[in-house]
């Protein structure tokens, strides 16, 4: 009796050893904008990581393990996308931060994920500054210098543009770096710049920068401001009567839901870059757009599709970690990241040797209310 009982008790022991594995749990922090000024791209950022994060958890990718996502709101508050990255790096279990939304909160918190060494991965942040800032920064939308330049050329190239008056966040480190880029282009490609004026992030009435605008007489005018403010300017500047001739042409903001919703009718023939197009035919598109659709019951726009990559990005160095990842272990393979399929831009997704993204970018128009490729 006692030998059977030792038998099965043995019995037990083995088979418990062979079960399978306790699946390990890999935290992973994210702070974004999800209310104040940015919660325009801050929420669709945070449903793309969503998607993502349902998709790698459910993949295999980290083989039983899974990724637990810690999110916090920064509020569009700089003094609170610090404080957030401070309490992550005290969690010992924290491996990487995803986010800030902005540039202006991603300037702050750049050196000091430097500063305390943990891996940080912008989501939407698009500064130079970002990942200039040393060796733990890392962003996934391409940088102004990569990108921006594409839709000055299609604006040269293309539409034959002769004159331009360009409008920008003076308080959107983002924002100043996209028009230092279309200003360059322009410059050095014979196009005489009519006006070169600032807005504040906040600022809702554009009337009088508008009558200036108006009155000398631009064949464009380039706008690196947020969404919800592009759409706004138009709409004022078709309001004040400027020549319906006017192209307006912009930067990825331009890609995002409120731009249509706001801008309406007033924002047909709007031209810009985008990091990403939802109508692009590939296999992983079309599964993150019927993924998106189904939760969401719309399309997903620039900033959703630029978090879904986030979350990739961020397994896809986990992964590569090593079945003990640290966080320095998880920053070495972030920088090794070269030719990653993603749904952005040209579909291959590389980290060059100062951790800027690239992938290239597609220039957009609307088109009878819907944002299509340009011709």
Known sequence: MRSSIACVLGLCAILSAAGPARAQEYTVAAEL????????????????????LDEVNNS?????GKIKLVLEDTGSDKAQAISLINRFQGREDVLMVLGPSSSSEGVAIGPVANDVKIPLLTTTAVSEAINKSGIWAFKTPASPSVIIGEVAKYAVDKLRIKSAAVVFGRDNDGQVGQKNVALEYFKSHGVKI???ESVLTTDTDFLALLTKIISLDPEAVFLALTAEQAASLIIQARQGGIDPKVRFIGVPNMGAEQFIVIGGKAVEGSVFVADYFPGMQTPENQRFVAAYRSRYNRLPDNG???GYTAIQIAATAIKAAG????RESVRAALSRIKGLRVILGTGQFSFDENRGAHYGGVILTVKNGKIVTAE
């Open 33 to 52: 904008a999800l209310t104040g000024t940015y919660a325009w791209v801050g929420v669709p950022s945070r449903e793309g990581l969503a998607i993502g």
């Open 304 to 306: 959703a599709a630029l």
């Open 194 to 196: 009519v006006a070169e």
């Open 323 to 326: 079945p003990h990842p640290t």
């Open 60 to 64: 295999g990718i980290l083989g039983a």
